[in-house]
């Protein structure tokens, strides 16, 4: 392969809009392509050159790079229908499908499987490092697929992203991802837990995360993405938790956790649990906010806690105050 | 208070026997007493000098330092009952009470509050960092209580750790250290499961570790206590998960933090699942084993996991087969 790359760029939303940018400066020759005319056109005032439909972007590519929502859309391009043409098909032979998308590891095998029948390559490599990392160029690329593969896609994610790691064969990029990122959501919950019950037990934020950060409590979603503003100045906590990595997408990752848990029968419970906290959390009014707000909706349903709990316990006293008077109304000699 | 200190070392453990002899080391004039016969005769004969009962001990000590299992022991340590004297009223007036056993938050604020109203001081100083850390002298003491008796107590706890952190009034050592296992505890278990989803998903530990140690997944559970063995050379897993940390005092500590969510009404819901799966874990056999055990437990349930729904499909062929086969006699013209 030539060192400046010939790219399909597919997908021009929020990260891919920006990893296309970086592309086009790096030197390759880069075609944009998004079914949302908004993106497609925001994409081409950036700079990036774009085709009239996905097909035609890949006709001429030595790379296909898809960055899309779902593992469904990256099938559906792969193969086509309706009317269109695939991009498996519309791709010269031995043309490399360089998938970026965030999708289940059992779709991304699928999708490896129908580009190399096809006689193409195939990369999975799903990105980590949200969209502050796609427009500095900072993204970390987890990548699956043949050795050779990997070394050829190299210096075209270098571009994009400052750490690249080859994880294993077809899938494991997705594979690493989920698993990084089921740590990930699991950890925020916890350390808001904790941050929680320390603000009950009167014990400040600061010295909480004095004591964890040096200890067996310390983790990255507390010395990096610390959930409470004032320890670490720079998280998104310090600007009323504007992402950062959003709600939304975590939400959707704990979901591809879940989906792989079920698939390979893994009897794990945090993630389920996690992803039932984030899908919920998501759904009422967090899909936007950074997934380190999720301590705002512990303490939110802590304060509702206290209150049911107060209103039982003087319920209590009230039926127990009517139990004396009939007691005594019954016993009176009236 | 004098440089060297005459101190009362009650509670003479796994834990306490070692931190003991570092007092002794360091030129403080300790005596030791344990209900336990032989823990006190172990003590005895690492050159702790011993009294012949605890109220003996305080008699003559400047601080009373505790080293018990439960809070209950250390409430009925300082009050007295059933014939035996009560610290707080075995020690001369003025004396230092510092408790290092971990308990419940409720349980530290009442024996402070004993103390005090007894024309005490008292100190609340939790550790973390296990028995290699008591013998070592590297400990970590998380310290709630004024700023003057934490400034008293300083020098006595150098000399028995490495880390000595001022979290706040009276309790807050204890809260500072149920807030970091809580994290902790929850974090190995997600690390867990992340490995068992990698195994399952074909992705080796080294890559697995490779990328979470290097993004947002990274935490002590999996830099510095890695669950499986390799990554991470020094940790429980290399050894046949030899604690470290053992299973039954996770599970001990996690029922701490399950207790202060509730008595705090926090809306926790990974401390108590992490306490729930602890408990479990402490009481079918991982009790002397590394917390980071958990993952060979992980491991089993879901192999039983897979065999159960493997059977589930064949018991269903089967069903299926039967239903065929009834179809067509149903059917056939004899």
């Not at 507390?222 to 997408?249: E, H, I, K, M």
Request: a negative charge.
């Amino acid at each position: 392969m030539p060192e400046k790359h010939t790219v399909a760029f597919l997908g021009l939303g929020h990260m891919g809009a920006p990893m296309a940018v970086n592309l086009v400066r790096a030197g390759h020759q880069v075609t944009g392509f998004d079914v949302v005319p908004a993106a497609l056109e925001a994409a081409r005032q950036r700079g990036v050159p774009t085709a009239g439909s996905a097909a035609d972007a890949a006709a001429g590519a030595d790379i296909v790079l898809t960055m899309f929502q779902t593992g469904q859309q990256v099938l559906d391009a792969y193969r086509g229908g309706n009317g269109q043409p695939g991009l498996l098909q519309a791709a010269a032979a031995g043309t490399m499908f360089l998938d970026c998308s965030t999708i289940n590891v059992d779709e991304a095998r699928e999708a490896a499987a129908l580009a190399v029948q096809a006689g193409h390559r195939s990369v999975d490599a799903p990105v980590s490092g949200g969209v502050v990392g796609a427009e500095a160029g900072t993204l970390t690329f987890m990548v699956g697929g043949e050795a050779e593969d990997f070394q050829a896609v190299l210096p075209l994610l270098e571009a994009m992203g400052k750490r690249v790691v080859h994880c294993g064969a077809h899938g494991a990029g997705q594979a690493a991802k989920v698993c990084n990122n089921l740590i990930l959501g699991v950890s925020m919950i916890a350390v808001s837990e904790a941050f929680v019950l320390g603000e009950q037990l009167g014990l400040s934020h600061q010295a909480l995360f004095d004591v964890a950060s040096a200890a067996s409590g310390q983790c990255w979603a507390l010395t990096t993405n610390c959930p409470v503003p004032g320890p670490v100045p720079g998280s998104p906590a310090n600007r009323d938790y504007q992402p950062g990595f959003a709600g939304a997408l975590m939400a959707k990752d704990l979901n591809l956790a879940v989906n792989a848990l079920r698939s390979t029968n893994v009897a794990g419970r945090m993630g389920p649990l996690a992803a039932e906290i984030y899908g919920r959390f998501a759904a009422e009014g967090g899909a936007g906010r950074d997934f380190s707000a999720i301590i705002t909706d512990i303490r939110n349903k802590s304060e509702q806690q206290a209150l049911a709990a107060a209103g039982e316990a003087s319920g209590r006293e009230r039926a127990e105050g009517r139990r004396a008077t009939t007691a005594h109304d019954d016993g009176s000699p009236e």
